[in-house]
C-alpha cells in the first residue's frame, strides 16, 4: 500500500517565555524569533509507526510530507530514520503562519500527485491543535475519512478501524481505500531509529517543492486560508494554585491535610 | 436576515450537554447582530428531538433526517454542505467535539468557508466575527477574523460557553429532505460502550489522578498502592490509556470520563484542554508537578513544585 504521512515541525514557547514577557501595550504578544522552540510534532510519530507497520513486509511505500521552512527538514529526517522511503517538502514565504485549511490545500496538490491509498495524519499538532488539518485535506480529495483513530487494521481490501468517542466509548468502523485517518497519539510504541539509521537519514535527500511545483499561488492560498491572526495575547491566568512549598515531608503533610479537610467539609 | 445555524449534537438519541452551549453562544451572538438563530438537527431520531431544544431564544428548527441509525461523518458533512449552500448562513456553530472534528473541516475547505476550531470566546461586529482560541499549545491567546468570509464555521470547546434555559414559547419545526442515500462512506461495525467497573470514577469522593509524569507503567503498583493507603480510587490521564498502562475506565476528560470528587489529586498531569474538560468541575483540586510553569497549576486550588515520587512516598509514610 502506498501510504502518505504529513508531519508537522511544531513550535512550543522557550520555558522561561513569562507572562511577564507578554502583553506590552495593547495586551497584544510580539514573539521574538528566538522565543520558539522546534521539534517534531508529538501525534506524527504514532502515524508513521502505524504506517510502518502497516507496510510491514509488503510491496508498500511510505512518504512523509511537510509543508514548512528549512527546520521542519528535522520531522522529515525524523521519519526517515524510522523507516520512511521519501520525502517531501513544500515551502513558500507565502505560507509562513497560515492555518490549518491553507496547510491542507497544499498537502491536497502534494497528494494528487503522489496518489496514495492511505494518508494517516496526527490526530492534532501540539502548537496549533487546530485537529483539522487531517479531515480538510480529506474533504479536498473527496476521500474516506475518520478522525481520532486509535486502532487500525487490515479488512481484505479495506480497513478496520477504531475511533474514540467522547465519554470513553469507542467506535469500530470498516472504511474503503483511499481513505484519511487522524490518528491519537500513544496507540502504539514508535520504532527508535538505530544510529546508522540516524546518518542515513541525515544524509539522504529531501525533494524540495516550491508553491508553482504543486501547482498553487499566493491567492489560491489565501482563499482556502480559513482565519487570519489578527492578535496573540497572553492567555488568560486562573485563579492561580496556592503553592505548598518546604521539603516532601513538609508538602505532603499539608497535602493530607488539605484532603483531610476538605473530604469532611 | 441572516442565519446563525447551530449544529445540535446528538448521541444515543439524546441531545448532548454541549448543544445547549452553542445556542447559548448563538442568542448572545445573534443580540450582536449576526443574524437570527436557527437550530440544526441532523440525524434519524431528529424529530423526536425537536422538544428538546424549546429554549429561549430559539424559534427555529431544521429537522434534516438521515438513513443511518447513528452518527456518520460522511453523511453529516453532506447535510451540513447542503444546509450552508441553501441558507447561506453567517455563522454554523458545532462542538470542538470527536464528531465535529471528523466532518467541519471537510465542509470547511471545500467551501472555502472560514473556519477556526477549539474556539472559546467570539463575537460579532459590523465586519464580521471575531474569534479567540489557544495557540502554541494553550501559552497564548489567538484572535482570528474571517475577512472575505460569506459563511464562517466555527468549532466551540464544550464547557466554555453558558448554556441556554428552556423556555415555554413554542417551535417552529422545519422538515428538511436531503438527498442522503448515498452519503455514507463508513460502516459501523460495533459501538463500544465504555465498560462499566466495580470502582467507577465519576462515583468516588477521592481520586488520585495520574499522568504521563509517573513516567513508565512500573510505577504503577506502588502508586496503586498509595492509592489504597490514603482512600482514593486511581483515575488516569489519557496517554496513560492509549499506551496501555490503564483501563479505559479510569480515563478523566474529554474522550473519557467528566468527574466532579471532592478532590483530585493530580501527580504528573500537565492540565491539557481536552483533559480539564473532564475535571475542572471537580471541588478541591491539589496539584503535584515539577514544571512550575505546568498549566495545571493556574486552575488547580492547591500546587506543588515537586517530585511526584517523593511526595507520594511522604503521603504512604503518612498514612501508614
Ligand atoms: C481528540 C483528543 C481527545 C483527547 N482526550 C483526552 C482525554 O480524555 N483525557 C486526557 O487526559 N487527555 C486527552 N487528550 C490528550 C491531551 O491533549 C494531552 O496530550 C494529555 O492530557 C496529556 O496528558 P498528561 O498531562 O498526563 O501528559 P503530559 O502533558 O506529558 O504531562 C506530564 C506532566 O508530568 C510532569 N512530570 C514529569 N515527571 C514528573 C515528576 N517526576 N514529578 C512530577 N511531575 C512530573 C511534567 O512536568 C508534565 O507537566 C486528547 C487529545 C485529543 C487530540
Ligand atoms: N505544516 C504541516 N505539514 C504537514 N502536515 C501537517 C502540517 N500541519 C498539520 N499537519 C498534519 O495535520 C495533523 C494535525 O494538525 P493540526 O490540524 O494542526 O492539529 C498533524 O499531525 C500532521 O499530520
Not at chain 2, 423526536?48 to 431544544?53: I, L, P, R, T
Amino acid at each position: 500500500m502506498k501510504i502518505l504521512v504529513p508531519v508537522k515541525q511544531v513550535a512550543c514557547l522557550r520555558e522561561d517565555f513569562g507572562a511577564g514577557a507578554a502583553g506590552a501595550g495593547n495586551g497584544a504578544v510580539e514573539l521574538a524569533p528566538d522565543t520558539l522552540v522546534w521539534t517534531p510534532n508529538e501525534w506524527d510519530a504514532f502515524s508513521l509507526e502505524a504506517a510502518l507497520a502497516l507496510n510491514e513486509g509488503g510491496e508498500g511505500e511510505t512518504v512523509v510530507v511537510t509543508v514548512g521552512d528549512e527546520r521542519a527538514e528535522e520531522s522529515l529526517r525524523a521519519g526517515l530514520a524510522m523507516g520512511a522511503d521519501r520525502a517531501v517538502r513544500v515551502w513558500d514565504q507565502a505560507l509562513a503562519g497560515v492555518d490549518a485549511l491553507a496547510i491542507a490545500r497544499v498537502l491536497a496538490a502534494v497528494a494528487s500527485a503522489e496518489r496514495p491509498d492511505l494518508i494517516l495524519c496526527g490526530a492534532q499538532s501540539s502548537d496549533a491543535a487546530s485537529a483539522a488539518t487531517g479531515v480538510a485535506l480529506a474533504g479536498l480529495l473527496e476521500c474516506a475519512h475518520v478522525a481520532v483513530v486509535e486502532q487500525i487494521g487490515p479488512d481484505g481490501e479495506r480497513l478496520i478501524v477504531q475511533r474514540q468517542l467522547e465519554g470513553g466509548a469507542v467506535e469500530l468502523l470498516s472504511v474503503g481505500l483511499p481513505a484519511l485517518l487522524t490518528v491519537q497519539s500513544g496507540i502504539n510504541a514508535p520504532r527508535r531509529p538505530n544510529l546508522r539509521a540516524i546518518k542515513q537519514a541525515r544524509a539522504a535527500s529531501v525533494a524540495v517543492l516550491g508553491l508553482a511545483d504543486v501547482g498553487l499561488d499566493a491567492g489560491a492560498l489565501a482563499s482556502a486560508a480559513g482565519s487570519r491572526t489578527v492578535a496573540l495575547m497572553p492567555r488568560p491566568r486562573g485563579g492561580g494554585a496556592t503553592l505548598l512549598d518546604g521539603p516532601p515531608a513538609e508538602i505532603a503533610a499539608r497535602i493530607a491535610a488539605i484532603v483531610g479537610e476538605a473530604m469532611r467539609a | 436576515m441572516r442565519e446563525v445555524m447551530v449544529l445540535a449534537e446528538a448521541r444515543r438519541g439524546e441531545l448532548r450537554p454541549v448543544s445547549f452551549e452553542l445556542i447559548g453562544a448563538a442568542r448572545a451572538l445573534c443580540e450582536q447582530g449576526a443574524g437570527e438563530p436557527v437550530v440544526a438537527l441532523i440525524g434519524p431520531d431528529a424529530e423526536a428531538q425537536a422538544g428538546a431544544v424549546s429554549l429561549e431564544g430559539v424559534q427555529r428548527v431544521l429537522v434534516v433526517p438521515t438513513p443511518q441509525a447513528h452518527f456518520e461523518a460522511h453523511v453529516a458533512q453532506a447535510a451540513v454542505e447542503a444546509l450552508i449552500e441553501q441558507r447561506r448562513p453567517s455563522l454554523v456553530l458545532a462542538g470542538h467535539t470527536i464528531d465535529s472534528l471528523g466532518f467541519a473541516p471537510a465542509v470547511a475547505a471545500r467551501g472555502e468557508h472560514g473556519f477556526a476550531g477549539d474556539v472559546t470566546s467570539v463575537s460579532w461586529r459590523e465586519q464580521g466575527a471575531l474569534a479567540q482560541r489557544p495557540a502554541y499549545g494553550e501559552e497564548l491567546i489567538a484572535e482570528l477574523d474571517f475577512p472575505g468570509k460569506e459563511t464562517v464555521i466555527l468549532l466551540l470547546r464544550p464547557g466554555a460557553f453558558e448554556p441556554t434555559a428552556a423556555a415555554e414559547a413554542g417551535i417552529e419545526v422545519e422538515r428538511v429532505e436531503l438527498d442522503l442515500a448515498t452519503a455514507a462512506r463508513s460502516e459501523r461495525v460495533e459501538l463500544r460502550e465504555a465498560p462499566s467497573e466495580q470502582r467507577d470514577i465519576a462515583k468516588a469522593d477521592f481520586l488520585l489522578a495520574l499522568g504521563r509524569g509517573i513516567g513508565s507503567a512500573d510505577s504503577l503498583p506502588r502508586l496503586e498502592r498509595l492509592a489504597e493507603a490514603i482512600g482514593a480510587t486511581v483515575s488516569v490521564s489519557g496517554p496513560l490509556v492509549e499506551a496501555g498502562w490503564a483501563s479505559r475506565t479510569r480515563k478523566v476528560g474529554q474522550s473519557g470520563k467528566t468527574v466532579a470528587p471532592r478532590v483530585y489529586l493530580a501527580l504528573g498531569i500537565s492540565g491539557a484542554a481536552q483533559h480539564l474538560a473532564g475535571m475542572s468541575r471537580s471541588r478541591t483540586i491539589v496539584a503535584v508537578n515539577s514544571d512550575p510553569g505546568a498549566r495545571i497549576f493556574d486552575f488547580a486550588h492547591y500546587g506543588a513544585v515537586a517530585d511526584l515520587f517523593e511526595i507520594a512516598d511522604e503521603l504512604e509514610r503518612l498514612s501508614a
